[in-house]
């Protein structure tokens, strides 16, 4: 994704996690405000360790990986590889390639059901050539979807089927009340089939966490809106949902569904409703038009960074908010161009939404709701780093009761601890973990609820290999779709290439330090 580097995270503000303390970006915000950040010990030292069920790995589509260790972690912890690509599936197909967003939900019989993302276009490497197969597909060419996991109380897999067939580039989403995994598609282009038909991709899709759903009825939810989505979060207390959107000049939206604006309770929602439409907005900040919440050197953004020097959007700093209607959520217009070079075009969902002065982010991805506010992340956003065009990330809590926005996490240019964080989940027992998506070796950091980070996990896979082209395939790839099973004592986590799901255990409690 980006040149290797080690980044270091200026935290700050409220995490979302309700704890009796300080919560981790306060403590943390408190911590460096005094000078005297520390590195806690965590859970203690990061150590290379095979799997539990390592005997089992020996024909895999990566070779052996039965004496492979695949994580380093502290001590006490156990991890097992339960879905690697290329693998039989239940359902008769192969594991899908491009591991990514997840969500876990309570199965019957005390299992846990994993949906999961496999963000795949329409082509594939040759070296992990498996994409989401089945019929009753959204397109006959896209690849990408969702598969669905069983997993018993020993943490072993009982059964796997895809979910979700035909959508394209599917990256993030999140779990909603209602026990369903809205996949989120990251593109907004078109696919042909081999008939000459066209099919519109850049839309979610509602799919129902069910050990025996199977392939789910593949429709696009579209008055969420056409665009390149990544995560959305949503708000228990009212139904809303709100959406990230992966571009250089991205927007941040707020979709609230029709059953919601004509009465119907947010706990009553049900899978299908969100099929009854909606309406589609975007943040706008209260008397700045397309005010650019990007701390940033970027020449090419479309607007002129409110922060292009260091400090001039503070952590901490909070600005009230409005919305701003997107009158067509789905547009015709097809967007290839990935680049930030010019304010969305007008077709564009972002490009309606910012001619009516919709704040602009720096590559809006992972979104998480907790403790009654939004938070999400600007990836690239920030001081600028190494390159002086962009940063190492940013975070933002949105609060829906005060309508007020607040920058709480921003990337420092210097420091060797977390780079370009992703997808975040709150944990049982109060810590934050991130999911590392930049370049260099890949870890999942922690943030104590007295402030410290630590390293919690390691990306080691074929990391001492003496195979250069497959450690260049294979080694240093990104964590991602972290969450907790529903009893809170088994983290489930991706490493999304060449496609590996853990589930991780141990003594969860004794690293609070």
Not at 63 to 69: Q, V
Not at 72 to 88: H, T
Request: hydrophobic letters at 35%; one cysteine or more.
């Amino acid at each position: 994704m980006s040149t290797s580097r080690r980044r270091f995270l200026t935290l700050a503000g409220a995490s979302a996690a309700s704890v009796t303390m300080l919560t981790p970006l306060e403590a943390f915000y408190a911590s460096v405000a005094s000078g005297k950040v520390s590195r806690s010990i965590g859970f203690g030292p990061l150590s290379p360790k095979l799997p539990v069920n390592a005997e089992e790995l020996v024909n895999t589509v990566l070779g052996d990986l039965s004496k492979e260790p695949l994580l380093a972690l502290p001590p006490g912890f156990n991890y097992r590889a339960i879905s690697i690509v290329g693998q039989p599936m239940s359902d008769g197909f192969k594991v899908p390639a491009g591991h990514d967003g997840m969500a876990a939900f309570p199965g019957p019989n005390n299992t846990v059901l994993l949906v999961r993302n496999h963000e795949l276009s329409t082509s594939l490497p040759a070296n992990y050539n498996y994409p989401v197969s089945g019929t009753n597909r959204y397109s006959t060419v896209a690849l990408g979807g969702t598969t669905t996991l069983v997993v018993g109380r020993n943490r072993e897999l009982i059964k796997d089927f895809v979910s979700l067939a035909g959508t394209r580039t599917n990256c993030a989403g999140g779990g909603t009340p209602w026990s369903s995994w809205i996949s989120c598609e990251e593109t907004f282009s078109n696919t042909t089939s081999a008939t000459g038909a066209i099919v519109k991709h850049g839309y979610n899709f509602d799919v129902y966490a069910n050990a025996d759903s199977g392939i789910v009825n593949p429709i696009p939810l579209k008055e969420m809106g056409r665009f390149s989505h990544e995560a959305i979060a949503v708000d228990p207390k009212t139904g809303y949902i709100y959406e990230t959107e992966d571009r250089g000049d991205s927007c941040f939206y707020r979709f609230v569904p029709r059953v919601i604006e004509e009465g119907k309770k947010p706990k009553q929602i049900q899978l299908g409703d969100l099929q009854k439409g909606g309406t589609l907005y975007a943040l706008k900040i209260k008397g700045a038009e397309n005010f650019a919440l990007i701390t940033t050197n970027n020449p090419n953004l479309p607007v002129p960074g409110k922060g292009g020097q260091p400090g001039l959007i503070k952590v901490k700093q909070e600005f009230e908010v409005e919305w701003v209607k997107v009158d067509n959520p789905d547009p015709d217009f097809t967007d290839n161009d990935d680049t930030a070079n010019s304010l969305g075009k007008p077709e564009s969902v972002r490009g309606q939404a910012q001619a009516k002065g919709a704040a602009i982010f720096f590559r809006g991805e992972g979104a998480f709701y907790g403790n009654g506010k939004v938070y999400f992340v600007a990836t690239q956003a920030g001081t600028p780093a190494f390159d002086n065009v962009r940063g190492n990330g940013q975070v933002w809590e949105y609060d829906p009761r005060k309508e007020t926005l607040k920058l709480l996490v921003e990337a420092s240019s210097a420091g060797d601890l977390l780079d370009e964080p992703d997808n975040v989940v709150v944990t049982p027992f109060g810590d934050l973990i991130l999911c590392e998506d930049g370049g260099g070796e890949q870890y999942l950091v922690g943030v104590t609820k007295k402030g410290k980070l630590y390293q919690f996990a390691k990306n080691v896979l074929f990391a001492n290999s003496t195979d250069a082209a497959l450690k260049d395939a294979f080694a240093d790839n990104e964590f991602a779709g972290a969450c907790f099973s529903p009893d809170g004592k088994t983290m489930f986590v991706n490493i999304q290439t060449p496609g590996i799901t853990f589930a991780i255990w141990g003594p969860w409690t004794d690293g609070q330090d």
